[in-house]
């Protein structure tokens, strides 16, 4: 409540011709109360319950399924009594139920640490009712459809590959390079259009070595971290973002 009365109180006092939020926890938030921002200033972004869906893993995937695309193959879990019975495949990936704007994992590479490392990641971050799922690992690069959305309809996008990524398991990419890849086009625009989005959306999707075909593995529901390399690449999403509250077409 209080960052929206501060927010709501700088756009008052000044004119901005658009607001553009960055993190997912401020998505959630001008997406909420977008209407009353709007009363001024610009704000080009989706309906608050594509973007809860987008931050919920489980709602994402659920939604792949029906929709026809990959994704690694998970297993939820009611209680960390069940941990000890599972039967999984290693090594494995604990992941948060839920986009919180930091890296919540744990990789597992045997039964016997499955448990301490389950426990221990629910120790570190509140998670409420919610529980973190298990999936499995898939050894390949990771890939990114960035997208840009009005009404529903892809206006502009750039596709990128990571090379390196810290840590080397898996997380933010540290050398990455633009690419096209029609089986990540597809599904990206898939998903995306099925969920009518509107501005700006990430797909992270990760190659599985031992099929060739691409994973989705979640959907950034904001601004993403390798956003420069769209920029130099001469893919300007926080401009279209402008040029939209400018009333310019979008190409």
């Not at 629910?122 to 959305?149: E, L, T, V």
């Not at 933010?172 to 509107?198: C, M, R, Y």
């Not at 971290?225 to 769209?230: E, F, N, R, V």
């Amino acid at each position: 409540d209080k960052y929206i009365a501060g927010l709501l109180s700088l756009l008052k006092q000044n004119h901005y011709a658009v607001l553009i939020p960055v993190s997912y926890i401020s998505y959630q938030l001008c997406a909420v109360h977008q209407n009353t921002i709007r009363q001024f200033t610009h704000l080009t972004i989706a309906s608050k319950e594509h973007i809860y869906l987008a931050g919920n893993k489980i709602g994402t995937y659920k939604l792949a399924d029906e929709l026809g695309i990959p994704y690694p193959q998970i297993t939820e879990i009611s209680q960390t009594d069940q941990l000890s019975s599972l039967n999984v495949q290693f090594p494995c990936v604990i992941k948060g139920p839920f986009e919180a704007g930091k890296n919540m994992v744990a990789y597992v590479d045997k039964q016997a640490d499955l448990i301490e490392k389950y426990r221990e990641l629910c120790s570190k971050h509140n998670f409420g009712d919610a529980m973190p799922f298990i999936q499995k690992f898939i050894q390949g690069d990771g890939a990114g459809f960035f997208a840009f959305y009005k009404n529903g309809i892809l206006k502009n996008y750039f596709i990128h590959r990571r090379i390196r990524e810290y840590p080397v398991k898996g997380g933010a990419s540290t050398v990455a390079e633009g690419f096209h890849n029609d089986e990540i086009f597809q599904s990206g625009k898939k998903l995306l259009d099925h969920l009518q989005w509107e501005g700006v959306a990430m797909v992270e999707f990760k190659k599985d070595n031992e099929t060739g075909h691409y994973n989705l593995m979640e959907i950034n529901a904001k601004f993403w971290g390798s956003l420069d390399l769209a920029l130099v690449s001469g893919v300007n999403f926080p401009e279209m973002l402008i040029d939209d509250a400018l009333g310019k077409e979008i190409t």
